[in-house]
């Protein structure tokens, strides 16, 4: 069975940083890029990033996606956090050779997702 738990949310005022973890099954980690998408109350779920070094306009310059294979883990580091940055963060795997990195269905697997609190 292929598990993706994310871990490293909390609650952090305006300005403040936050680092998620993604533990990946290791059976597909090699063969599978990672995402990260978020979803805030009330709205649909987005793409906020994704291998390698995708990024949504609303992130850029401020996240960072990146991978530790020893640890089969996939991080995303938040910096510079706004209140527009509150919602539950998912990271999620899809084949390494789909291009549609931004693209939901593209994914296969989900983790269970991380809230994410800014305080203004």
């Known amino acids: 069975q292929v598990q993706l738990v994310e871990s490293g949310g909390g609650y952090v005022q305006t300005g403040g940083s936050l680092r998620l973890s993604c533990v990946v099954s290791?059976?597909?980690?090699?063969?599978?890029?990672m995402g990260w998408f978020r979803q805030a109350p009330g709205k649909e779920r987005e793409f906020v990033a994704a291998?390698?070094?995708y990024y949504s306009n609303a992130v850029k310059g401020r996240f960072t996606i990146s991978r530790d294979n020893a640890k089969n883990t996939v991080y995303l580091q938040m910096n510079s956090l706004k209140p527009e940055d509150t919602a539950v963060y998912y990271c999620a795997a899809r084949p390494s050779d789909s291009r549609w990195y931004h693209v939901q269905p593209e994914y296969d697997y989900w983790g269970q997702g991380t809230q994410v609190t800014v305080s203004s």
């Open positions: 291998e390698k070094s």
């Open positions: 290791e059976r597909i980690f090699s063969t599978y890029g």
